[in-house]
């Protein structure tokens, strides 16, 4: 494996000077002169979304110890990481040593902490496993995005006081939305289109995905944050946050946040893993899109919308496939313990929406939560998806709805249910109430989701029925007698 370390003359180069190496070589030592990054490309430094510095709220998960007990929401009051471990650096120090990563990445690399990583383009891995230390940071210039192909994986294992950043090149100030593309994960486990095999959205060269294995593993996310990803690299097409194409249950996903991101935080095509401790905070679409025959679960997520983006869409949107509603394997996946917050007064209705079943998938969600909505609590379209709910496919259970607006439909139909036929659906099933207020604080950029300990939260809990879902004996995604884990070290609402 190769171990890529910082070269030596970096750590003096004046601020907006970075070191690198040359885009050919991945090879390096205190000899490389390097190849400065142009770190001029990017947003306007002007836009006032700003950029996150850190997250130093009260921890409250036990593996995590946070140095700051504020959580400050001026981005100017904090510009380091408490958190990081001696020796890594910090990717808010325009001072660090930094270094380009190649176009390409072909053998068995590893990124070290002690630089950050600098991604200046499209960078494929292929037919090698990418590994990166526990608080190591990547920023993406324009343009860029990081791509595990389906020959390869990535080992990105953080921890809960070491979390892997992939954020902005921009300095902090700067950031906004866009200002890289994101993270894809190419896999090889099955998708529903016809020739079992796609091409990955919002590239110009777009890579392949799909086959015939359930078990393909892309790879490790653990302790991951995503920051200001979704560049059109394509116009009219952008990336999400992460985005896992046909990625098989051997890939491993847990505690990862998806933090302010121009399109999905979160989007699946086929394939289906098991998925805990999921944040999708400021996305300006869908907080997760999942398609064409993904069958995994998610467990304990947490979904804020930023009250001042109007294209903030559904917390859950979920189809099977825009040409064939029937195709399988079924769009099915599980949800339990989730925290919905939608935009609240002033949002857009026509977009903060709890949830949108759609394209005859099917849904199951558990012991959730939905508030601050601003549109419809959840809405259902097209034809095939009643079809799927008179067949028992969309079982909701164990879930309240504290402000939304009434159950309701999109598309043009015409429809074989009304809008009250489809709210009494989901309400009459066990354990579902309107109305409910778990007391949680749902402000931007400091909220506090876990619901009171007097609340109807405690005990509410039903059992999901599937032994990859913990059968929890409350409702949203902390427990009211627990640690509160949105507020670990590893997290970040600052914008």
């Given at each position: 494996m190769?171990?890529?370390?910082?070269?030596?003359?970096?750590?003096s180069?004046?601020?907006?000077?970075?070191?690198?190496t040359?885009?050919?070589?991945?090879?390096?030592?205190?000899?490389?002169?390097?190849?400065?990054?142009?770190?001029?490309?990017?947003?306007?430094?002007?836009?006032?979304?700003?950029?996150?510095?850190?997250?130093?709220?009260?921890?409250?998960?036990?593996?995590?110890?946070?140095?700051?007990?504020?959580?400050?929401?001026?981005?100017?009051?904090?510009?380091?990481?408490?958190?990081?471990?001696?020796?890594?650096?910090?990717?808010?120090?325009?001072?660090?040593?930094?270094?380009?990563?190649?176009?390409?990445?072909?053998?068995?690399?590893?990124?070290?902490?002690?630089?950050?990583?600098?991604?200046?383009?499209?960078?494929?891995?292929?037919?090698?496993?990418?590994?990166?230390?526990?608080?190591?940071?990547?920023?993406?210039?324009?343009?860029?995005?990081?791509?595990?192909?389906?020959?390869?994986?990535?080992?990105?294992?953080?921890?809960?006081?070491?979390?892997i950043?992939?954020?902005?090149?921009?300095p902090?100030?700067?950031?906004?939305?866009?200002?890289?593309?994101?993270?894809?994960?190419?896999?090889?486990?099955?998708?529903?289109?016809?020739?079992?095999?796609?091409?990955?959205?919002?590239?110009?060269?777009?890579?392949?995905?799909?086959?015939?294995?359930?078990?393909?593993s892309?790879?490790t996310?653990?302790?991951v944050?995503?920051?200001w990803?979704?560049?059109?690299?394509?116009?009219?097409?952008?990336?999400?946050?992460?985005?896992?194409?046909?990625?098989?249950?051997?890939?491993?996903?847990?505690?990862?946040?998806?933090?302010?991101?121009?399109?999905?935080?979160?989007?699946?095509?086929?394939?289906?893993?098991?998925?805990?401790?999921l944040?999708?905070?400021?996305?300006?679409?869908d907080?997760?899109?999942?398609?064409?025959?993904?069958?995994?679960?998610?467990?304990?997520?947490?979904?804020?919308?930023?009250?001042?983006?109007?294209?903030?869409?559904?917390?859950?949107?979920?189809?099977?496939?825009?040409?064939?509603?029937?195709?399988?394997?079924?769009?099915?996946?599980?949800?339990?313990?989730?925290?919905?917050?939608?935009?609240?007064?002033?949002?857009?209705?026509?977009?903060?929406?709890?949830?949108?079943?759609?394209?005859?998938?099917?849904?199951?969600?558990?012991?959730?939560y939905?508030?601050?909505?601003?549109?419809?609590?959840?809405?259902?379209?097209?034809?095939?998806?009643?079809?799927?709910?008179?067949?028992?496919?969309?079982?909701?259970?164990?879930s309240?709805?504290?402000?939304?607006?009434?159950?309701?439909?999109?598309?043009?139909?015409?429809?074989?249910?009304?809008?009250?036929?489809?709210?009494?659906?989901?309400?009459?099933?066990?354990?579902?109430?309107?109305?409910?207020?778990?007391?949680?604080?749902?402000?931007?950029t400091?909220?506090?989701?876990?619901?009171?300990?007097?609340?109807?939260?405690?005990?509410?809990?039903?059992d999901?029925?599937?032994?990859?879902?913990?059968?929890?004996?409350?409702?949203?995604?902390?427990?009211?007698?627990?640690?509160?884990?949105?507020?670990?070290?590893?997290?970040?609402?600052?914008?």
């Amino acid at each position: 494996m190769q171990r890529l370390t910082k070269i030596a003359f970096a750590l003096s180069l004046p601020v907006g000077a970075y070191g690198c190496t040359d885009s050919g070589d991945n090879e390096t030592n205190a000899e490389d002169t390097g190849t400065p990054v142009d770190t001029s490309a990017g947003t306007d430094p002007t836009d006032p979304s700003g950029d996150p510095t850190t997250n130093p709220s009260d921890p409250s998960d036990p593996s995590t110890t946070d140095t700051d007990p504020t959580n400050p929401t001026d981005p100017d009051t904090t510009d380091t990481d408490p958190t990081a471990p001696a020796g890594c650096a910090d990717g808010d120090d325009p001072d660090a040593p930094r270094m380009a990563l190649d176009a390409e990445i072909t053998e068995d690399t590893m990124l070290t902490c002690d630089t950050v990583w600098v991604l200046a383009g499209e960078t494929y891995v292929r037919g090698a496993t990418l590994t990166l230390e526990p608080g190591t940071t990547v920023v993406g210039q324009n343009g860029s995005a990081l791509v595990i192909d389906t020959d390869a994986t990535i080992e990105a294992a953080g921890t809960a006081d070491a979390p892997i950043i992939f954020t902005s090149s921009q300095p902090v100030g700067s950031r906004a939305r866009q200002d890289w593309g994101g993270l894809v994960l190419l896999g090889l486990a099955e998708v529903n289109l016809p020739t079992g095999v796609g091409l990955a959205e919002g590239f110009a060269d777009p890579p392949d995905y799909g086959g015939t294995d359930p078990a393909h593993s892309c790879g490790t996310l653990q302790y991951v944050r995503v920051e200001w990803a979704g560049f059109e690299l394509v116009v009219d097409n952008e990336l999400n946050g992460i985005t896992f194409y046909a990625c098989g249950t051997g890939t491993t996903v847990d505690h990862v946040q998806s933090h302010m991101g121009s399109d999905d935080a979160f989007e699946a095509f086929g394939g289906g893993f098991d998925a805990k401790y999921l944040i999708a905070s400021g996305a300006a679409d869908d907080a997760f899109d999942i398609d064409l025959g993904f069958t995994g679960t998610i467990q304990y997520a947490f979904v804020h919308q930023d009250p001042s983006e109007p294209d903030s869409n559904h917390g859950l949107e979920w189809s099977n496939g825009p040409d064939n509603f029937t195709a399988e394997p079924l769009t099915s996946p599980w949800i339990a313990n989730l925290t919905f917050v939608g935009q609240g007064d002033g949002g857009n209705a026509g977009k903060s929406i709890g949830f949108n079943i759609k394209q005859g998938a099917e849904a199951h969600i558990f012991n959730s939560y939905f508030t601050n909505v601003t549109g419809s609590a959840g809405t259902f379209q097209d034809e095939a998806t009643i079809t799927v709910a008179e067949s028992d496919g969309i079982v909701v259970e164990g879930s309240f709805w504290g402000t939304a607006g009434a159950f309701g439909h999109q598309g043009d139909g015409p429809y074989s249910w009304d809008d009250a036929m489809w709210g009494a659906y989901i309400l009459d099933q066990p354990g579902n109430m309107e109305g409910v207020d778990l007391g949680l604080d749902a402000t931007w950029t400091t909220p506090n989701i876990k619901p009171a300990a007097d609340s109807a939260a405690v005990g509410a809990g039903v059992d999901p029925g599937n032994p990859a879902l913990d059968a929890t004996t409350y409702v949203g995604a902390v427990d009211p007698e627990g640690d509160d884990w949105t507020q670990a070290s590893w997290t970040n609402y600052n914008i």
